[in-house]
């Protein structure tokens, strides 16, 4: 019986490490194609004779569709089931990826970003929602979204350098577009993945008597005080992120005056610093509680804030610039990136880990909503001060959603004590 019960207990833990390991390498897929919008206008622009203005249209197809999905579906992937929506999401992004490889004009890029952003919003709904299902508890909670989030960020810096590996080999006849070939074959691999790993979504299931959620239920989670401080606090996490990301690079050409290739380059230290912080604080979170660690964090952001940006001030050009003689600014700034990190898996862990499990698709529906939303505006905030103000006073801004966070936490972990009855 020992024996029986030990075998049982080997293969959970087997099944439930395959789930992490599949959740994980998905999300990290779409993080990819998600991140790969400055390529494709970049390409798009030299094969395809797009204008500018054409090109920017890409990001509205991945954002809106992104929304779209998250208001639209969000409630319904719980009746579709979580395991069969990320069935369907690879094999959709399987089929979408080798035919965008076989690409003749612009219009097939616009067609691959709203497939993107339509699977992105439902894998992020199955996949946050999977992971309530497999926590144990809170700390459990937070340690596996970390993972994940960690894993997605180093699926969006592999993207950076996979694509500039296939642009760089292009000799004009459309080879970059081979790219999709590669990560439509990964895509149909994960999907057949997903085939052969089970997952008991009786969890998700809501209680007898209870109907299925459904938009009134997004409606009804977003007026809760609980929620209104998480969302508050996603929503200034997204600012901030968005912004240093989007105008990273204008910030090492402009104000520390490197060289464009290598201003793109160096902002992928930024990102490596955010996956980084991620896959670390999984460890962290699951040893010392979520707020004392989130606070410290704040605090070095601030702290390297006020450190890297005034040695960003007298910088002036130089030939032969590179990356053994670039300004420290350029180094030390984008760390806060690891800092950065842990503040928006778990704000999402906290949030789900003190709602039902069946009410867990309508919340993270309106996560990925208000996290839109705050990209959208840390992006368009930061341009308007960079238009207004010395590029290396612009990025002083970022202390005030810092502040907000650091105010809103304490409202957070209260509302969270009251709702797991501590």
């Not at 660690?293 to 605090?299: A, E, F, I, T, W």
């Not at 001030?313 to 032969?320: D, N, Q, T």
Request: charged letters at 10%.
């Amino acid at each position: 019986m020992t024996g029986t019960w030990l075998a049982q207990g080997r293969r959970e833990l087997m099944n439930r490490a395959r789930v992490i390991i599949a959740l994980a390498l998905t999300y990290a897929l779409l993080g990819i194609l998600m991140n790969s919008v400055g390529v494709v206008i970049l390409q798009s622009i030299r094969h395809f004779a797009a204008t500018k203005t054409m090109g920017s249209t890409l990001e509205a197809c991945k954002d809106l569709s992104v929304v779209a999905a998250s208001f639209l579906l969000a409630t319904r992937v719980p009746i579709i089931g979580y395991r069969r929506t990320l069935v369907g999401v690879t094999a959709v992004m399987a089929a979408a990826c080798f035919l965008a490889s076989f690409a003749g004009g612009f219009l097939a890029m616009q067609a691959l970003f709203v497939a993107t952003g339509l699977s992105f919003g439902l894998a992020k709904v199955a996949t946050y929602s999977s992971i309530g299902l497999l926590a144990r508890d809170p700390g459990d909670h937070a340690s596996i979204t970390g993972l994940v989030e960690g894993t997605f960020m180093v699926g969006l810096l592999t993207g950076v350098w996979l694509f500039g590996w296939f642009v760089g080999a292009d000799t004009g006849n459309s080879e970059w577009l081979h790219v999709y070939r590669l990560l439509g074959a990964a895509f149909a691999v994960m999907s057949l993945a997903w085939l052969a790993t089970p997952l008991d979504e009786r969890g998700a299931a809501p209680p007898d008597g209870t109907k299925p959620a459904h938009w009134g239920e997004m409606a009804r989670l977003a007026v809760l005080p609980a929620s209104v401080a998480v969302l508050a606090g996603l929503f200034l996490y997204v600012l901030i992120e968005q912004s240093i990301g989007t105008w990273l690079p204008t910030f090492n050409n402009e104000v520390l005056h490197l060289p464009a290739a290598m201003s793109v380059q160096m902002s992928s230290i930024f990102v490596g610093a955010l996956a980084l912080g991620r896959l670390a604080s999984g460890a962290v979170l699951r040893r010392i509680a979520w707020l004392p660690v989130l606070l410290g964090c704040l605090s070095l952001i601030a702290a390297l804030i006020v450190v890297s940006l005034p040695l960003a001030g007298g910088v002036s050009a130089r030939p032969g610039t590179g990356w053994l003689n670039a300004p420290a600014a350029a180094y030390l700034f984008p760390l806060l990136g690891v800092f950065l990190a842990p503040i928006y898996p778990t704000l999402c862990s906290v949030a789900l880990s003190s709602l039902p499990r069946h009410r867990h698709a309508a919340m993270i529906g309106l996560i990925v909503i208000f996290s839109a939303l705050g990209g959208t505006l840390g992006s368009l905030i930061t341009g308007l001060l960079f238009q207004k103000l010395p590029g290396e006073l612009a990025f002083y801004f970022t202390l005030v959603p810092v502040g907000l966070i650091a105010f809103v936490l304490p409202m957070i972990r209260k509302r969270q004590v009251e709702a797991l009855g501590a």
